[in-house]
């Protein structure tokens, strides 16, 4: 496939258990973002991977969160402890040249939409 | 902390017309600012991106203005289709690449 992936599609998960999500970005893309939409909370910008420099952390909303790159190609974010309050979508996107390339178009995967009873 | 403004939320317009969508933000300290789309069932989808150096980035039917200084960004969208009809999302984002701020959206209905 030629676009980007994400899996699990669903997830549903009990207050207080740990998820991994995963993304698989567009081969050869240097760039990869993480974000998640809420109800009523609109889009929310997580971490930006730019090819294998460290990211920042910060805009991650807690530190339950923490998210990982291998090899500057798929990504892992990890959730732990999760919260109710977690529950959203979560998008990846990846891009060829990343923020710092000019005009760079990002390519959206699917989303996991993530579930905390 | 940045904020950014969408206006107006929700828009309905018959098809053919030009259209303008507004995004605002507080802060002019940005990197660049970038419109994306939003359909349902469909994800979504970078439209334009716009370096804090430029004024304004084209593509196809749509042109997408920046003036920095007043902290305001357009989206003009040249006669319109139904299969315009998203909700369409500016943000800003930082010069350390840390942060995105997401406006609220507008929503298009472009009617046939």
């Known amino acids: 496939g030629a676009g980007v992936s994400q899996s699990p599609s669903n997830k549903v998960t009990e207050k207080g258990k740990d998820v991994e999500l995963r993304c698989d970005p567009i081969?050869?893309?240097?760039?990869l973002y993480w974000y998640r939409q809420s109800l009523g909370q609109g889009l929310e910008f997580l971490i930006y991977?730019?090819?294998?420099?460290?990211?920042?952390k910060s805009g991650l909303p807690s530190d339950r969160f923490s998210a990982e790159r291998t090899g500057g190609s798929v990504s892992t974010l990890t959730i732990q402890r999760t919260q109710q309050e977690d529950s959203a979508v979560y998008l990846c996107?990846?891009?060829?040249?990343?923020?710092?390339?000019?005009?760079?178009?990002?390519?959206f995967g699917p989303g996991t939409r993530l579930t905390v009873l | 902390k940045q904020e950014v403004t969408q206006i107006p939320a929700a828009l309905s317009v018959p098809e053919g017309e030009n259209l303008v969508l507004n995004c605002s933000f507080t802060?002019?300290?940005?990197?660049?600012l970038q419109w994306f789309r939003q359909d349902p069932g469909k994800g979504l989808t970078s439209l334009l991106l716009?370096?804090?150096?430029?004024r304004e980035q084209t593509s196809g039917r749509l042109n997408a203005s920046l003036d920095k200084s007043s902290g305001r960004s357009t989206l003009y969208i040249a006669a319109s289709q139904p299969g315009d009809s998203a909700t369409y999302l500016c943000a800003v984002i930082e010069h350390n690449f840390n942060k995105f701020y997401f406006g609220s959206g507008t929503k298009l209905n472009v009617k046939p």
């Open positions: 802060d002019s300290a940005i990197y660049n």
């Open positions: 991977f730019q090819g294998n420099s460290a990211p920042d």
């Open positions: 081969s050869g893309h240097t760039a």
């Open positions: 716009i370096q804090s150096s430029q």
């Open positions: 996107a990846s891009s060829l040249a990343g923020l710092a390339g000019g005009s760079d178009t990002q390519y």
